[in-house]
């Protein structure tokens, strides 16, 4: 693991397994391996691995490139809280956003952020978007706002005095980050998001926001902070559709409720991204779920998100 770790600090020396050349990469490490249990004694080692050092640090070099073009969308798990990161490659002067920073149970949030945000070579927050000011949703940001850098904070207008957001508000004020009430009705593009990805913010539920994530050829929608009855009442009043949608567990309490707004919705995919449920369909829907899959992320080439 410290040669892991030493390795993953260089650069060019991180792969990753979800694409070609991190497979490559690995085929190429027991291929060495294979040579060196099999080669002939008369063949020296390092006539037989030279070239199999050589193409790892081709496809190094390569993947690191790779990653640097693609943008992605990662769904922490976090047990019943929520954590979403956006990354739009690693383009200079873009950090990151973050929707929501809370987790429960053994996790913790913003220690999980922060391992994110190194292993993409980052190390900022650009937005940090509040869904809603409770425990649920940001239960962890005065540790990550005394840890990471954040640009800006969004949240719903007529936010209820709490704990949770006396805390937010005391912490943003002694690390000097500005804190935004977000009150437009309909949805609204969040500005300065990166070329890869467009989102969108709504506060048609009172204290609540709701975010629309579009890159490439995802069309995500976030309702993960709306009660059972507040998702009815906006769909009664604001239909909506995406291809993807974020529930919660406890927007599973009333089956009746659900399959009404499954059928406004038109999912083709379902993110349960907190609870402990065990859901794998949903109204005929896959069903993805944090807490058996982990980390789920969708990757977007820049160039595709771009056209």
Same mark, same amino acid.
């Given at each position: 693991?410290?040669?892991?770790?030493?390795?993953?600090?260089?650069?060019?020396?991180?792969?990753?397994?979800?694409? #070609?050349?991190?497979?490559? %990469?690995?085929?190429?490490?027991?291929?060495?391996?294979?040579?060196?249990?099999? /080669? $002939?004694? @008369?063949?020296?080692?390092?006539?037989?691995?030279?070239?199999?050092?050589?193409?790892?640090?081709?496809?190094?070099?390569?993947?690191?490139?790779?990653?640097?073009?693609?943008?992605?969308?990662?769904?922490?798990? *976090?047990? *019943?809280?929520?954590?979403?990161?956006?990354?739009?490659?690693? @383009?200079?002067?873009?950090?990151?956003?973050?929707?929501?920073?809370?987790?429960?149970?053994?996790?913790?949030?913003? #220690?999980? +952020? /922060?391992?994110?945000?190194?292993? @993409?070579?980052?190390?900022?927050?650009?937005?940090?978007?509040? +869904?809603?000011?409770?425990?649920?949703?940001?239960?962890?940001?005065?540790?990550?706002?005394?840890?990471? $850098?954040?640009? @800006?904070?969004?949240? $719903?207008?007529?936010?209820?005095?709490?704990?949770?957001?006396?805390?937010?508000?005391? +912490?943003?004020?002694?690390?000097?980050?500005?804190?935004?009430?977000?009150?437009?009705?309909?949805?609204?593009?969040?500005?300065?998001?990166?070329?890869?990805?467009?989102?969108?913010?709504? %506060?048609?539920?009172?204290?609540?926001?709701?975010?629309?994530?579009?890159?490439?050829?995802?069309?995500?929608?976030? #309702?993960?902070?709306?009660?059972?009855?507040?998702? /009815?009442?906006? #769909?009664?009043? /604001?239909?909506?559709?995406?291809?993807?949608?974020?529930? *919660?567990?406890?927007?599973?309490?009333?089956?009746?409720?659900?399959?009404?707004?499954?059928?406004?919705?038109?999912?083709?995919?379902?993110?349960?991204?907190?609870?402990?449920? &065990?859901?794998?369909?949903?109204?005929?829907? $896959?069903?993805?779920? &944090?807490?058996?899959?982990?980390?789920?992320?969708?990757?977007?080439?820049?160039? +595709?998100?771009?056209?």
């Amino acid at each position: 693991l410290g040669i892991a770790y030493r390795v993953s600090a260089i650069p060019f020396g991180l792969v990753y397994w979800d694409n #070609l050349y991190g497979k490559l %990469a690995l085929l190429c490490c027991f291929a060495a391996l294979i040579l060196i249990a099999v /080669q $002939p004694k @008369r063949i020296k080692m390092w006539l037989a691995l030279s070239p199999v050092c050589a193409i790892l640090v081709v496809l190094c070099i390569l993947g690191v490139h790779a990653e640097a073009h693609t943008a992605t969308i990662s769904f922490l798990p *976090s047990g *019943s809280g929520q954590t979403i990161l956006l990354a739009d490659g690693q @383009r200079d002067g873009f950090g990151s956003i973050l929707i929501d920073c809370s987790a429960s149970g053994h996790r913790d949030a913003a #220690l999980a +952020t /922060q391992s994110w945000l190194e292993w @993409r070579c980052m190390d900022n927050i650009d937005t940090l978007v509040l +869904t809603a000011v409770d425990k649920t949703h940001a239960r962890s940001v005065p540790e990550l706002l005394q840890n990471v $850098p954040v640009g @800006r904070i969004i949240i $719903p207008q007529n936010v209820r005095e709490s704990e949770i957001s006396a805390q937010i508000q005391e +912490t943003a004020a002694q690390e000097g980050v500005p804190i935004l009430n977000w009150d437009a009705d309909g949805e609204q593009p969040l500005p300065t998001c990166g070329d890869s990805f467009q989102i969108y913010l709504s %506060a048609a539920v009172d204290r609540k926001l709701v975010v629309r994530i579009q890159a490439g050829e995802e069309d995500i929608l976030v #309702l993960h902070s709306l009660t059972q009855k507040m998702l /009815q009442a906006l #769909l009664d009043k /604001q239909p909506l559709q995406a291809e993807t949608i974020v529930l *919660s567990e406890s927007n599973l309490s009333d089956a009746r409720m659900v399959y009404d707004a499954m059928d406004i919705l038109q999912p083709q995919t379902v993110i349960l991204q907190s609870g402990y449920s &065990t859901l794998d369909t949903l109204c005929r829907k $896959p069903v993805r779920n &944090t807490m058996l899959e982990g980390e789920i992320t969708f990757r977007i080439r820049q160039a +595709t998100a771009k056209e």
